[in-house]
Each structure stands twice: as structure tokens, then as C-alpha cells.
């Protein structure tokens, strides 16, 4: 009889600390790309808000230097220098005239024409005697009336944008200066970043961009010829411009396209963006998330080698308090620099558009200020030039007085306009307001004399003391009669009504019988005006408001009830100006 040994049991396997791994490992996978997902779609929706901002300050940028040329011509166009140039065909200084404005300006280049087309001054001297009498900016200038815009592509490459405008005298057509706006230094701003920028003209023809290789192709065409430099080349590969999946994102090959319409003659500007530093980013937290979950793997396979509850808990307290004190740390550096990146662009952004807006305000300002004497000048030539041919030297001799008084005017307008940013009253001194306005009416007279204006004033006996700046007090005067002059050209009988009255205050009042005022609310608000293009550029009411201010008053402006407009100039007399002075 047999005896069976009996076999021993076979171990029985643990499946679960297998089953704990594969779940871990799931999970970790299952979060790792969530995370991904989610940070991709974040960071690139913060992409893309920066690229839309700095869209909006390239375009604010290219219009600012737009309109800043765009008035030089008409100023360039009244240079009595130049104007006298032309017409006696004597160009000796005048090259050295257009090279004194050319850096102050900031244009590329300044070009002066005769009648024929020839240039007979430039700030580029090799120029000088070319013929441009059939280029489409001297044609175009020599027809119109004001002020046009050219477009031309240069024989190296490029395109040069001009203003110009037609020279007159006494009805007559001597010229056409014009003025070449820089927006070569735009380029090469936009090139320093890491945006591909590019604008197109109305036709869709690419004009300004950071591929030189762009310029003369629409879009679609530029693109298939060369696609953007550095990282961005790379990133037109891999994009489908149809349909951008999530995947390009991940990867940081896709580029983003955004375009916004320039307010100037249709233009277009189109930026391209690529995403290769989101992927950076994500990438970044998901180094420190795969650490972390390797952290928890290890600190795992330690917690099963070792039986003791105690330290197993303790090592896993402190592991968890430094990854999460890890985590905070690194997110609130990031925040940080992030947030010293954007104040940093944003202060740059700031003063740049800053000089921008104070050297067009101030060109406008200089304009206006010099109008007025400027016209005067013009009219007291004529009349000593008449007394001259009818021989009559002595009178001739007192209009040159008169251009010479003139003149000093305007070197102390210049100063004055110096000082406008200063406030303070250290070189007020006792004015009698009386005087102010005799002073005022004179240097009105020869606009005065081509009108048929009846000038009523009605003037205290005694003096109206008070204490600030003559010049600037008669600048104000100056201002509030030339707008009542321009007030009453279409009507039948013109009248100027000036009441000066000294109370508890000096009160100067002018009332003109014109139409009145349509919008009071943004009446005195810089470069508003209801005048022609060329009559006014709307600074006269808000230098002068900003002068009684500082002259411790206040301008006001109504409509009569009889009809017409009534401005009225209240300002403290002497002894009150002085105490507030103290």
C-alpha cells in the first residue's frame, strides 16, 4: 500500500500593493494631463490679451506719428522765409532753414519744389536739382488745397510715406513743400520683439513690416514667399491656419494671427505670435508635478519597507508641508516677475506715448500763438511797400516800427510759451487792464481795417489794476476778439460789444451778434473748433482759459438772449491778486 506524501501549498500572491502601483500610476497620469490641459488653455489665453494690447499700442504709435507730421506742411507752407525764397528764386539759406526744423520735427526729410518741380532745397543736399514734376505728390499738392498724402516704393526697397502742400502768395502758386514721416523707427521697434508685424495699405498691399521680404505682397502671397524669422518660422510650419488643434498648443508650434484696423485711409495691421513660451511654462509645472508624484512613488515604497506607523506618519507630514511650502514659493515667484515684466513694459509704453502727445500739443500751441502777429506782419509789409512806390518814406518808416514791435512780440511769445508748464506768479506785476485791451484793439487794427465791424467799448474812468502778466492778458484779449471776428463774417452788420467794469472784480465782457454756440460743454477743450481746415486748429479758448487760471481768474462763455455769444473775464483787482500772490 502506497502512502501519497501531500504537496505543500503554493504561496499565495499579494496583488495588493501591484493593484495600489497601477492605480497610483493611473491617477498620476489622469492628472498630469488635466493639469496640462487646463495651464495650456490659461497661458495662452494671457498670450494672447499681451499680443491684443500690444497690437493696440503699435497702432496707437503709428497713428501718433501720422498726425504729428500731418501739420507740418501747413506750418512749413506760411514760413515767411521760404515764401520769400520762392518768390525772389534766391534758395541760398534755404537749405539751412529746412535743416534747422528737420531734427525738431522729427520727419525723415524735408523737400521744397518750385512751380516746375525741381527741388531746390532739402535736408538731403545731394537732391538738390531733381525734377519730380510728374511724381503723383507734387501733382497731387499742386491741385489741391490742402494738405495730401502720398504712398511710393523706393528703388531699394521700402516705401516713403509723404505729406505735401502747395506754396501760396497773394493768390499765387510759388511750390510744394513736403515732409517725409519716419516710420522706419517704428520697424525697427516692432523688430526688436517677438511679434512678426506687419500693414497693409486699402489694397491689401503689405507697406510696413519687420520682413523686409513682406513689403509689396498682400498677405497670403508674403507668407508663401517667407514666413517669420526666429522662433516664429518655425511655428508657421507646424500651423494650420484653418484649424488649430489643442495638440499644436501643447507642443508651442502653433502661432497666433491678430489684426486691427488703423483709423488712417484704410490701413490694416496684422501681428503673428507664437506660443513656444506657454509650452515653457506648462512644461515647468509639470516637472515640478512629476517631481511631486515621484516624491509620493518613493516615499510610498519607503512606507511599505518599513513597519513603523509612527515614523511612517511623522516622514509623511514633513513631506507634504515642504512640497506644498515648494509649490507657494515658486508660484509666488513667478507671479512676481510676471508682474515686474508687465509694470516695466507699461512705463516704457507710458513716457514714450507721453513726449509723443506733448510735441504735437506744443507744435500746435507755437502755430497758434504766432498767427496773429504773423497776419499783422504781412498786412503793415503791404502798406509800407505801397508808401514806398508812392514815395512816402517817413509813414513807411513808422509800419516798420510797427513790424519791428513785432517782432519782439514774438520772441516774448516764445518765451512766454517756455513758461506755460511753470506755475507761479513770480513775474506778475501791476497791469492796467485799460491799457491791456488799447494794446490788444492795436494790434487788431489791420484785421480791424478789412472789416466793416462796428467796436463798441465802454471803459471805467478810472484804472482797472490788476496784478499778473501784460503779454499774457493781451494774448487772452487777442483770442476772444479774433473768435468774435470769425463769428460775425455772415452777418449783415457786424457788431463787437467790449465792457470793462471794475466792481468787487475786473470784469472784461465780449459780445459779438454771430449765431452763437452750438456745444458749450466741450467749448474750451484743446482742438475743438467749428472753423475751416487751415482757419484754426481750436487751441485759442483753452490757452486762454488755462491763462486766466493762472492769472487767478475764470473765462466763461453763454449765449445773449438777443442772440450772438457773450465771453466774460473775471479776475481779482489789484489789492486781492496780491494778497492771494502772498
Known sequence: MSTQIPRPPKPRRSWGPRIALALFCLAAMAVIWITNVLLTERFTEATRNRAEVRLTLYVGNLISELQRNSIVPQLLARDPELIGALSSSDFSRSTQRLLSFVDEIGAASLVLYDRDGRIVAATDRNRLGETHRAAPYFVDAMRANSTVFTIFRRETGGYAFLYSRKVD??????????????LAKLERSWAGTSDAVLVTDSSGEIILSTEPRWRGLPESEALERQSAPSAIERAFLATDWTALPIDAYLRGEAVMRRELRVPFQGWKMVTFTAYS???????????????????????????????????????????????????????????????????????????????????????????????QPLAAMKTYLAGARLLLQRRRPEEALSSFQRIDDLIDRMGAITRQLKSYARKGNQAFEPVDARAALSSALAMMEPQLKTRSVAINRTLPSGPAMILGDRLRFEQVIINLLRNALDATKEVRDPRIDITLTVEDAVVLTVHDNGPGIENLDALFEPFYTTKQPGDGVGLGLAISSGIVNDLGGRLTARNASGGGAVFEVQLPILEEGMAAAE
Do not use: C, Y
Request: no cysteine; glycine share 4%.
Open 169 to 182: 502768395s497773394n493768390g499765387a502758386t510759388l511750390g510744394v513743400i513736403s515732409v517725409e514721416v519716419d
Open 277 to 371: 513660451s506657454v509650452r515653457e511654462k506648462v512644461n515647468g509645472v509639470l516637472a515640478l508635478e512629476i517631481m511631486g508624484f515621484a516624491m509620493l512613488l518613493a516615499f510610498a515604497f519607503w512606507l511599505s519597507s518599513r513597519k513603523s506607523a509612527s515614523r511612517l506618519l511623522l516622514v509623511r507630514r514633513e513631506s507634504d508641508q515642504l512640497r506644498r511650502l515648494n509649490m507657494r514659493l515658486q508660484r509666488e515667484i513667478a507671479q512676481r516677475q510676471q508682474v515686474e515684466r508687465n509694470l516695466e513694459s507699461a512705463e516704457q509704453t507710458i513716457a514714450q506715448s507721453s513726449k509723443l502727445a506733448v510735441l504735437g500739443e506744443m507744435s500746435a500751441s507755437v502755430s497758434h500763438e504766432l498767427n
